[in-house]
């Protein structure tokens, strides 16, 4: 028959229910009277070093519980459980003899005594053996593991068994030891998991975690109590370091932020080390220069400002991976990218500067992803969304397995593809600019030179043709330069153009009515006074062409800021509905809405009327 496991949330009840059914327990002894009939004590006559005792046993238990809770299968879990049960046993055991005012007799005390050292060996064995295993497993942690308990275990109860006698049988012997070899374990583990940056942060938050932990109840208590000092920290007061030890494997074992571990055990290791040489450098000053207390304290500041923390930096460059580009290096590469000479170039060049940035194993295409740049599978992947021309990317292993992905490398993806969008916007910008001034040379072409062209080869006058060729080729130069000069008297372009446009259609044999009405006008830009005479030789070269006309009439005049050019011809016309617009025709559209203009057009048997109406003045803001 299966067997039906509890839910999470019921072990974890579980797990709090005997956390506080311990304590209540605990409590009731202390607060029990001395004689039966006498009224139980206040809670406020414990004192606050009882409730450091019951802090320590009840977050142990209930931290370890809760990790159990979720993982109840887990080895690991189970051994970190079982080390909350081992704190709790040896924080709680003492408590009915050392705060209580109820008389125990004999049997009880060695009972709870007993219980304290077999406590406080059990929490010793435990999490030996869950260094043995976890993050990485330890080259013959089986037999280390039987043997550390084998042989802690039975040291402990010989020890209270008072065999051997001497210094052997003292616990703080046995937890000193003990301690030594949970960090010869956590020392082993940074080893170990070299090649795996996951189990790497856990093991260096492992570390962290014992160095401060158990490093600080046995450099504070265990060890002077077992060179037959007194303890620097009383020992009820250094149980607190525990709970350091259960938080840190508790953050551990549930792989909570893995990517900010390394970066919290930088700071956390760095600031003690700095907090630590504060006070020796002070208690050198003092003790062994004879320095006052102030200037010693003073000196010791600035000692730690401008030799450890420069230190501390360089450390850091060193120990935690950074992004290996500067702002302006990273400027440049985002902009060589952007202006790639091919999509492929661009792509390449993207995955180089990942590359650089991050180093990372692995870098795949993530199809269409399109969300916020996103850490993945606890810091070992990034996901990077698709951008312009790019496919979204799977960064893994950053800096070559070494380390995780963290909030900061996030935030610097989140910047580079932000300049990548600045960059690629850009970019189409310059090349809707490259495609309009090719367009316009194109109409240029089409309509300047096409016309010239066209009237020289009709010309039967070969000094004349000759000239309008130069001409042509003079146009042709100031199409393709544009260059920006001054404005051009509009009397002069008129003037121009009428010749032209009588010499251009004398050679076909069509007449030509031209009335200017305009009067004063101002002068016209360049590309302004290139719009207006591509539009009066389009339609020209239109009605030499197709229309069949004899005779063709231009009326320019003037109405307030407004041009009206009206141009028609007798020729037999077209059908606006059925004919289709060729370059012609849609370029002399063109021409007027780069005028700032409009267009329009009538055709019928008895002839062709073209009406164009422009602002002879530059529009607000700037050039048509």
């Given amino acids: 028959m299966r067997q039906t496991r509890l839910p999470p949330n019921t072990r974890l009840v579980l797990v709090l229910f005997v956390s506080l059914a311990a304590s209540a327990a605990v409590t009731w002894t202390a607060l029990r009277p001395a004689e ?157 998991t070299g090649r795996d940056p996951r189990a790497r942060a856990v093991a260096v938050w492992f570390g962290l ?39 840190g494997v508790a953050a551990g074992l549930r792989r909570y932020r893995l990517f900010d571990l390394g970066d919290w055990a930088f700071r956390l290791l760095f600031y003690a080390a700095g907090a630590l040489i504060l006070l020796a450098v002070d208690g050198v000053l003092i003790s062994v220069v004879s320095v006052e207390p102030g200037p010693a304290f003073a000196l010791a500041l600035l000692a730690v400002a401008f030799v450890y923390l420069p230190l501390r930096d360089i450390a850091a460059q060193r120990i935690l991976p950074r992004p290996g580009l500067r702002e302006d290096e990273l400027f440049r590469a985002v902009v060589d990218i952007a202006f790639g000479a091919s999509d492929r170039t661009r792509n390449q060049r993207w995955r180089t500067l990942l590359d650089r940035l991050f180093e990372p194993l692995e870098i795949v295409e993530d199809g269409l992803f399109d969300g916020e740049p996103e850490i993945r599978q606890d810091g070992v992947e990034m996901r990077l969304p698709a951008l312009t021309g790019h496919p979204g990317l799977m960064l893994r292993y950053p800096w070559r397995g070494r380390a995780l992905f963290s909030p900061r490398h996030l935030e610097t993806a989140r910047r580079l593809i932000e300049l990548m969008a600045h960059a690629e916007k850009s970019r189409r910008a310059y090349d809707l600019g490259v495609a309009e001034e090719r367009s316009r040379i194109a109409r240029d072409m089409h309509d300047n030179i096409g016309a010239q062209l066209l009237c020289a080869l009709h010309s039967g006058d070969r000094d004349r043709k000759d000239l309008m060729i130069r001409e042509t080729l003079t146009d042709l130069r ?71 006309a004899s005779r063709l009439s231009l009326a320019l005049r003037r109405a307030g800021g407004m041009a009206a050019l009206e141009i028609s011809d007798n ?54």
Wanted: charged share 10%.
């Fill in 36 to 192: 039966a009939d006498q009224p139980f004590r206040s809670i406020a006559e414990l004192g606050h070093v009882f409730w450091i005792q019951i802090a320590v046993g009840f977050g142990a238990l209930s931290i370890s519980g809760w990790v159990w809770a979720l993982r109840p299968r887990d080895t690991a879990t189970r051994l970190f459980a079982l080390s909350g049960l081992a704190t709790m046993a040896f924080t709680y055991a003492p408590v009915p003899w050392r705060f209580g005012i109820a008389p125990l007799s004999d049997d009880v005390v060695t009972a709870l005594s007993m219980t304290n050292s077999i406590g406080a060996s059990g929490f010793g064995i435990a999490m030996i053996a869950l260094f043995l295993i976890y993050p990485g497993r330890l080259p013959a942690r089986r037999i280390l593991a039987i043997g550390s308990s084998l042989v802690f275990g039975l040291w402990t109860l010989l020890a209270l068994a008072g065999v051997p006698r001497g210094g052997l049988t003292n616990v703080h012997t046995i937890t000193v030891l003990e301690m030594l070899a949970i960090c010869l374990a956590a020392g082993a583990q940074m080893i170990v």
């Fill in 209 to 247: 975690a014992v160095l401060f932990g158990a490093g600080g109840f046995i450099t504070m208590t265990a060890i002077p109590a077992m060179l037959g000092h007194e303890p620097i920290i009383e020992a009820h007061y250094s149980f607190a370091f525990f709970l350091l030890i259960y938080i």
């Fill in 478 to 548: 100031d199409i393709i330069n544009n260059a920006a000069t001054p404005g051009i008297d509009l009397d002069e372009t008129l003037a121009e153009l009428r010749v032209e446009t009588a010499e251009r259609l004398s050679a076909v044999g069509i007449g030509l009515d031209w009335s200017n009405q305009i009067g004063q006008a101002p002068d016209l830009s360049t590309p302004a006074t290139h719009g207006l005479r591509s539009i009066i030789r389009e339609a020209v070269s239109n009605v030499m062409r197709h229309s069949g």
């Fill in 571 to 624: 020729g037999h016309g077209f059908d606006p509905a059925s004919v289709t617009s060729g370059n012609g025709l849609s370029n002399m559209q063109s021409r007027t809405a780069g005028l700032g203009g409009q267009l329009e057009y009538e055709s019928s048997a008895a002839g062709t009327r073209i009406r164009v109406s422009f602002p002879l003045e530059t529009p607000p803001g700037g050039q048509r």
